[in-house]
Structure formats: structure tokens, C-alpha cells
T-cell receptor, first 111, second 114 residues
Framework: RKEVEQDPGPFNVPEGATVAFNCTYSNSASQSFFWYRQDCRKEPKLLMSVYSSGNEDGRFTAQLNRASQYISLLIRDSKLSDSATYLCVVNRSGGRRALTFGSGTRLQVQP | SAVISQKPSRDICQRGTSLTIQCQVDSQVTMMFWYRQQPGQSLTLIATANQGSEATYESGFVIDKFPISRPNLTFSTLTVSNMSPEDSSIYLC???????????FGQGTRLTVV
């Protein structure tokens, strides 16, 4: 079983739609959680951290459920510029700050 | 966040040769990592570059194939040795800092081995 699992998509949605991505992780001792965005042929860039209380940044909302080991990302009012691959990322426990990446979910927002 | 410069940005190399990738950060950082992203895949950690000591390698990666240097807190190199076409990939330098759990990436090196 992969440490971090995501639906690879692609998700094809019209502009203005709301889309949700889900992710599960296997290591219950994981401590930190993130969503990264990766555009084609570019490096991953931090989109937002994910907290147990849930957090929102503009059109983006992230949720963490530690009991179910489940992370989600909600994008409202999708823009063409949101088209990218969204990577669910978990920080390993034990003091090492290396990240474990999911395989990514591809989003294509269409006009 | 730190500015991370990675070079070369891309290269095409003959099999059997070696390529050294450089990662320069504009400020001192605690942690530096090297990742590989094979075509159509997500990122896989190769190793943690430790300042002043040998790198810590992940399962499936060995020092003879991927020697790493980190002479100070702002610079690291990754060498891909005795390359084969299977080494064709994007190699990414990443940095993290004490007190912060997120990491940031260089622009990546796109390597093609022919």
C-alpha cells in the first residue's frame, strides 16, 4: 500500500465549478500535511498547509481527519488557471523533515 | 521563502557518463533533500543531504550511484553516476528549515540519458 494515495483523475470541470480532491495516508504517526500544486514541467509549489481544525485560503479549503487518516482539498469557483496537478503531501514523523508525496490529482478546468 | 537555484536546468547525456547537479540557496537552511520525479510519476525522495557528514539515503538508492555533497548550509550537489536511460528523470533539490514543516523546491533538472 502506498504511503499517500490519491485519485489520479483527471478531473475535467467547467469554469466556476466546485471540485474536491481526497487523499489518504497510511502512517498514523504523520505530523504535518500539505497540498502542493505542480504545473506542467514546473517544480511543486506549496498551496497550503492542512490543519486539524480545517483552514481556508480564498477559494481553497483544506480539511484533515486524523481518525480516518484522510485529507481533502476543496476548490470553489474554479478558474482556468487552477488547471494543474495537485499533490497531497505528508511530513514524516520522527524528526526527519522529508516529505512523502502522493501521485497527484490532475485538474483540467475548461472554459 | 528561500530562493533556490538549481543547475543545469536540463541536460542530455550519454549512457555511462556522470552528471553533477548543483543546488544553491540564498540563505542558510537546516535541511536539504534530493528528489527524483520520473515521467508521469510523483516525487520520490533519494536522500537527505547532511552538512558535514554522509547523506542519508532512502531504500533503493545508494551512495555509489547518487553521491551527494553538502559542504555548507547553502549548497549541495547530487551526482548521477554511470547513467543509463532508466535514470532519465527530473531531479529536484528541496530545502526545509528549523521550525517549519513545509519544504520548497528548486526548478529541477530535466535529465535525458541516451
Amino acid at each position: 500500500r502506498k504511503e499517500v494515495e490519491q485519485d489520479p483523475g483527471p478531473f475535467n470541470v467547467p469554469e466556476g465549478a466546485t471540485v474536491a480532491f481526497n487523499c489518504t495516508y497510511s502512517n498514523s504517526a504523520s505530523q504535518s500535511f500539505f497540498w502542493y500544486r505542480q504545473d506542467c514541467r514546473k517544480e511543486p509549489k506549496l498551496l497550503m498547509s492542512v490543519y486539524s481544525s480545517g483552514n481556508e485560503d480564498g477559494r481553497f479549503t483544506a480539511q484533515l481527519n486524523r481518525a480516518s487518516q484522510y485529507i481533502s482539498l476543496l476548490i470553489r469557483d474554479s478558474k482556468l488557471s487552477d488547471s494543474a496537478t495537485y499533490l497531497c503531501v505528508v511530513n514524516r514523523s520522527g524528526g526527519r523533515r522529508a516529505l512523502t508525496f502522493g501521485s497527484g490529482t490532475r485538474l483540467q478546468v475548461q472554459p | 521563502s528561500a530562493v533556490i537555484s538549481q543547475k543545469p536546468s536540463r541536460d542530455i547525456c550519454q549512457r555511462g557518463t556522470s552528471l553533477t547537479i548543483q543546488c544553491q540557496v540564498d540563505s542558510q537552511v537546516t535541511m536539504m533533500f534530493w528528489y527524483r520525479q520520473q515521467p508521469g510519476q510523483s516525487l520520490t525522495l533519494i536522500a537527505t543531504a547532511n552538512q558535514g557528514s554522509e547523506a542519508t539515503y532512502e531504500s533503493g538508492f545508494v551512495i555509489d550511484k547518487f553521491p551527494i555533497s553538502r559542504p555548507n548550509l547553502t549548497f549541495s550537489t547530487l551526482t548521477v553516476s554511470n547513467m543509463s536511460p532508466e535514470d532519465s528523470s527530473i531531479y529536484l533539490c528541496s530545502v526545509g528549515d528549523r521550525g517549519k514543516t513545509e519544504a520548497f523546491f528548486g526548478q529541477g533538472t530535466r535529465l535525458t540519458v541516451v
